[in-house]
């Protein structure tokens, strides 16, 4: 079996958490959800530093998401981790502890260009500073604790396993305290491999 077919179950344990989460913001990205029997592409895995964190994101997982949790977590060694933003833009401190994989979409082992879907890994006490895209996003957390900022509203903590929706351009940022984050994405419409912009 290669590391593609085992990508297959993933995105079908993915499609089912979605859906159990019945909400009206997922329901155009479900639409767009490839078929099990879909195209795959080879991808070579490649690891990253902030993948230590993944013992502890396995313990922060919240009772609806640690099946899912556990799942990725078992599978992240054939997984390509990526970052799409160098040291020139945010630094080395924050390289060390930011990755993100994709599952779904123009890049990853799955081929869709109509959805992208994956995973984003934060450290611990970093900032991903306020940012925004084209393509309209969710995001769910599967891990709590972290603090998270949509245009000019106040920081709050979102609970494990509770959708976060983002319109096109719209600015969003996290932020991370004690526990690392570990959360699903799902990107449509625009560029689905485009670069974020920061926002002043």
Not at 30 to 52: E, F, N
Not at 59 to 82: I, P, Q, R, Y
Request: net charge negative; charged share 20%; glycine share 6%.
């Amino acid at each position: 079996m290669t590391a593609e077919d085992n990508m297959i179950p993933l995105i079908i344990e993915i499609r089912n958490f979605l859906e159990d989460l019945n909400d009206i913001h997922l329901k155009p990205f479900l639409a767009d959800w490839p078929l099990t029997k879909c195209a795959t592409r080879s991808v070579l895995p490649h690891s990253l530093p902030v993948l230590s964190y993944l013992p502890a994101l396995v313990k922060a997982a919240g009772k609806k998401t640690e099946t899912l949790v556990n799942f990725l977590s078992s599978l992240a060694d054939h997984m390509a981790w990526g970052q799409t933003y160098s040291e020139q833009d945010l630094g080395i401190g924050f390289l060390e502890k930011y990755g993100w994989t994709e599952i779904i979409g123009l890049r990853g082992p799955i081929t869709s260009h109509r959805v992208a879907c994956g995973f984003l890994l934060l450290g611990p006490q970093i900032e991903y500073p306020q940012h925004c895209h084209e393509a309209e996003e969710v995001y769910v957390p599967l891990t709590g604790q972290t603090l998270w900022q949509q245009s000019n509203q106040d920081w709050i903590y979102r609970t494990p396993g509770l959708p976060i929706y983002h319109a096109a351009w719209e600015p969003h940022a996290m932020r991370t305290e004690t526990t690392p984050l570990l959360a699903l994405y799902l990107w449509r419409g625009g560029n689905l491999v485009q670069k974020s912009r920061f926002t002043p």
